[in-house]
């Protein structure tokens, strides 16, 4: 009886398990899917690589380190402030916003280069590789944006 039991328990949870690839927790990849009135559309391709770069930022952005001084703290929240902007002008298809954002975000990690040698070589190395990894996949996103949705009309 307690075989059997047993044999039931583990049929049920076999039956219910399932392998879940990798979870896109980016906020432009539902944006992107959708189609909106008036809004240019990407290829398959491009959608694919706006995906996975802006969701690799975004999990950089969330597990981003605290560090001991409080000055790179205050920028690496600044950085992650304009990178969220960065990534909400990509999904709104704003190019202003996107200029705006990526100059902010050229500012802010100027400003941490800058504070790097004030930290113990460990929390430098660490957020040298978090930089090296954003910065990374800012370039591939930039160079996966057709050059057709930035290029904008002039108003005569």
């Known amino acids: 009886m ?24 980016s906020p432009v990849g539902n944006s ?9 559309t990407y290829s398959y391709s491009e959608r694919k690589n706006l995906i996975v770069y802006s969701s690799e930022i975004t999990n950089l952005i969330s597990s981003f380190p605290k560090f ?55 929390e430098d190395q660490v957020l040298n590789r978090y930089l090296v990894r954003i910065k990374t996949n800012m370039s591939l996103l930039e160079s996966n944006i057709p050059k057709d949705s930035l290029s904008t009309s002039k108003i005569n």
């Open 2 to 25: 307690n075989k059997k039991k047993f044999s039931y328990i583990l049929i049920f949870f076999f039956a219910l398990s399932c392998s879940a690839e990798k979870i896109n927790l």
């Open 32 to 40: 992107i899917l959708e189609k909106g009135e008036g809004v240019q």
């Open 68 to 122: 001991r001084n409080d000055a790179v703290n205050k920028e690496v929240t600044n950085l992650k402030y304009h990178l969220k902007d960065y990534i909400g002008a990509l999904e709104s298809y704003n190019i202003n916003g996107l200029n705006n954002a990526q100059r902010s975000f050229e500012k802010s990690y100027k400003k941490l280069q800058k504070l790097r040698p004030y930290l113990n070589s460990d």
